[in-house]
């Protein structure tokens, strides 16, 4: 049996692994949320690690909030390459095996076609540069290690993301103003949960970076119509196109994940 800690897991991708988990046979779970543990803070880490015996960690802690990070830059930093600098260097120290989860924001989203995992990362936002540091830290220190870039996740049943946001916008009767100024691919966090699981957790496949994402390339207002049409809404609320729609952070134009 397999002892696997899963850091990070109060959040949206977290609770979905903990939910499909117990259909998992072979490996046994330790879920830890921020509360439990804190990436960042390496003494406590340490502890924890040394005395679980784990054989696999899955790092799902992360800074998300993409807006925020422009304006305190460091504590994203602290989390998602500082932190993840401490769970490499414990990882290696252990030999525990790490499972971190990266983003299409590594990217700058010039090229046209879709990204592969040869291609140069160049972000171009506070959170992407600070996400591709954490890469940079597993690779320099562990080789026991995956990397898996998703893009655009969401959960219907857990935690803030777009579809949810929209969602519940659209039952309020609200208008729903959405940018079509990028392409990408949503991810939901079941098929990523699958996809950890039978390729990753399995041993099947070599370490190293991988892209996933079980989506079809659209924008966030084509997306938006599909969250409508699966929920009965289309036609029902007033979705509007809004290039305007204002944000800090600078986005990747195309990060469509090949
Ligand atoms: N959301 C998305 O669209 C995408 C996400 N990803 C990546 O996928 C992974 C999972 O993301 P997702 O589930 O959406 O993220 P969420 O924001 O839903 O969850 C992240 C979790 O990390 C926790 N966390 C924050 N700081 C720390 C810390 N110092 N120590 C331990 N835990 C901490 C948060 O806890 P608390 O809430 O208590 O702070 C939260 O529960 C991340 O690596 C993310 O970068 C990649 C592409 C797209
Ligand atoms: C909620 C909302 C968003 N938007 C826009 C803003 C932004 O350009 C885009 C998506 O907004 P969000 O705030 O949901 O997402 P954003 O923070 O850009 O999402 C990113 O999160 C990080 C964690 C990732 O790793 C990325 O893969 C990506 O999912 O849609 C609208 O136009 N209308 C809306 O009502």
Redesign the pocket.
Known sequence: MKKVIVTGAGGQLGKTLMDLSPLWKGFQFDFKTSKESDITNKENLDKLLSLGQYDICINCAAF?N?EQAEITPEIAYDVNAEGVKNLALLCKEHQITLIHLS???VFDGEKTESYTVQDKTNPINE?GKSKLKGEEYIREILTDHYIIRT???YSKKFGH??YR??LKNALEGKE????DD?M?RPTNTEALSRFINEEILTGKTPFGTYHFSDGQPTT?YGFAQQILEENGLSGKVNLVL?RN?R?FAK?PKNSVLG
């Not at 729903?176 to 940018?179: A, D, I, S």
């Open positions: 998300t993409v983003t299409d924001y959170y893009s655009w996740l993301n777009f946001t929209i729903l103003r959405v940018t990028q990408g966030w809004d729609y944000t986005r």
